[in-house]
């Protein structure tokens, strides 16, 4: 069967034509491809409404920041100590007896490890935490404390005692402190000769 060279040639350029629109993109790929481009731009522009709306909240009022001296309330409560009922909290007060406490008992201006500096200390220390006990009696880990600084005031008014006598009855009364001095031990036979002396053995008890 013979064809004809237009024939052909018309039969060649039918199959190029089908080629490519084979590669082509198809309507429904172009339409998901415009919709994802739109998509991306609506996001774009969201986003920066977004940061100018921050920025917006984040720049305070002009008046929120600029004030006048003694516009905020407690500045000098926290400089003197004082509460806003115009008392000083209590650990403000027994800070300033403590060091009032220890000035008055040094020995010398440098003082701070003397047994006369630590008792002052201790004792107001204590009295401090006693009244915080009977506010809180549940308050377990500030009793265990309170009885390892009255062991430890014990044994500074022990070792005082035994060096100076003197400083030990005036550091005492002086502070009001309940104390026994601690005594010498004693021998054998005064520890026992306030006991009595035991009972004749009976004579049917007695080995022949």
Do not use: C
């Not at 237009?6 to 993109?25: E, G």
């Not at 516009?71 to 403000?92: F, I, R, V």
């Not at 010398?108 to 009244?131: C, N």
């Not at 430890?152 to 005036?170: H, I, T």
């Amino acid at each position: 069967m013979a064809f004809s060279k237009f024939a052909l040639v018309a039969a060649l350029a039918l199959v190029t034509m089908n080629n490519v629109n084979a590669f082509a993109p198809s309507h429904n790929m172009i339409a998901r491809q415009q919709a994802r481009a739109q998509q991306q731009a609506f996001v774009s522009l969201s986003l920066a409404e977004v940061d100018d709306s921050e920025g917006d909240i984040d720049s305070p009022a002009p008046e929120d920041i600029i004030l006048n001296v003694g516009d905020l309330e407690g500045e000098a409560d926290e400089a003197d100590g004082t509460e806003d009922d115009g008392e000083p909290p209590a650990w403000y007060t027994s800070q300033q007896r403590m060091d009032e406490l220890r000035n008055q008992y040094r020995r010398h201006d440098t003082d701070t490890g003397s047994p006369e500096y630590q008792v002052a200390g201790m004792t107001e220390r204590i009295a401090y935490l006693t009244k915080h006990l009977q506010a809180h009696p549940k308050d377990f880990s500030t009793r265990r404390g309170l009885v390892a600084l009255v062991n430890k005031r014990r044994r500074l008014l022990n070792y005082l005692f035994k060096e100076d006598a003197n400083r030990y009855v005036e550091l005492v009364s002086g502070l009001g402190i309940r104390h026994k001095a601690p005594s010498n031990v004693p021998d054998r036979t005064e520890k026992y000769s306030r006991f009595p002396q035991q009972k004749a053995v009976k004579k049917h008890l007695v080995k022949k």
